[in-house]
């Protein structure tokens, strides 16, 4: 297979235009943790090796634990993560997978019953940022540099 070409090296206005998720996702009140959370799983489900690679490396720094995060996709069977964290996760996962069954009601319900409307929108655009990445990322053959 040939060296495919990054989007920025390619249309630097459509690699802008994915920067202005990011953007948005800065000044929102998503936590740092939060945020490394979803972006690892969504790429752990997308099998995006890229993806995983930086944003385990940006979770340890923001002073995630090595053990959550080896425990990452299997966090049903853990305690390590909290109420918030696995509504976000089965979150994660269902919008991650919607082709498979769509997001269900007890899923999107329990979100907003413990995370609240504001935070959970502010979840579902960090998800649907993070499966978008993986698409460019997987597409034009980016690997951990």
Not at 51 to 70: M, N, S
């Amino acid at each position: 297979m040939a060296k495919r070409k990054l989007l920025k090296d390619v249309d630097p206005q459509a690699f802008d235009t994915m920067l202005g998720f990011e953007k948005y996702l800065t000044t929102s009140s998503l936590s740092k943790i939060h945020a490394e959370l979803i972006k690892i799983r969504v790429s752990q489900i997308n099998g995006c090796s890229y993806c995983i690679d930086k944003h385990i490396q940006d979770a340890l720094k923001y002073g995630e634990q090595p053990r959550r995060i080896f425990l990452l996709s299997v966090w049903r069977d853990t305690f390590l993560f909290s109420k918030e964290e696995q509504a976000i996760l089965a979150l994660v996962e269902e919008i991650t997978l919607i082709a498979q069954h769509g997001v269900s009601d007890e899923v999107y319900d329990t979100a907003i019953t413990v995370l609240g409307q504001q935070y959970t929108t502010e979840v579902m655009m960090a998800i649907i940022a993070m499966n978008a990445w993986n698409r460019v990322g997987i597409t034009t053959g980016r690997e951990p540099e």
